[in-house]
């Protein structure tokens, strides 16, 4: 059974951190691109981050670089979103995706609620 498992949102005051992690199972996790997206209300939901299957190549939305860092571990099947230097304008469901793009899969979680507000 595949599982994303998205923890470590929450209130947070313009200019703090968070850090999201996403625990994967249930499929070869070494295989498929991570990424993380978001969805603000009354937005469509947006590409921030993403990491390519071995780690080699991240890529990030113009809007958070800079300021957000992803990574990824290999051996406990976890991917992060480390968020500095945060903004109104960062509030959003945020939700981690597994990708193969040479099979069309997708998997999601169920996403995390991260809101920056003084």
């Known amino acids: 059974q595949v599982q994303l498992v998205e923890s470590g949102g929450g209130l947070v005051q313009p200019g703090g951190s968070l850090r999201l992690s996403c625990a994967a199972s249930g499929f070869y996790f070494n295989m498929y691109d991570m990424r993380w997206y978001r969805q603000a209300p009354g937005k469509e939901r947006e590409l921030v981050a993403r990491?390519?299957?071995?780690?080699?190549?991240?890529n990030y939305a113009d809007s958070v670089r800079g300021r957000f860092t992803i990574s990824r571990d290999n051996v406990k099947n976890m991917v992060y979103l480390q968020m500095n230097s945060l903004k109104p304008e960062d509030t959003a469901v945020y939700y981690c995706?597994?990708?193969?793009?040479?099979?069309?899969?997708?998997?999601w979680g169920q996403g995390t609620q991260v809101t920056v507000s003084s």
């Open positions: 995706n597994a990708h193969r793009e040479i099979v069309a899969i997708d998997y």
């Open positions: 990491i390519a299957n071995f780690g080699g190549t991240t």
